[in-house]
């Protein structure tokens, strides 16, 4: 089980690049974050931060 923080009806945002990455199952993930949340969002890396400095 992942553990979760619980925050007031937000929005949830799931990177799904570094979930899989860190070998997250992404259904668990927004499954353990259902209770919490109103929204999931799923998102992907828009772009590389390192390079930017």
Do not use: H, W
């Amino acid at each position: 089980m992942t553990p979760v923080r619980t925050f007031d009806n937000g929005t949830a945002t799931i990177n799904i690049e570094i979930c899989e990455q860190l070998g997250l199952d992404l259904n668990n993930i927004k499954s353990a974050f259902a209770p919490y949340c109103t929204n999931i969002i799923e998102i992907t890396t828009a772009e590389n931060f390192s390079d930017l400095g």
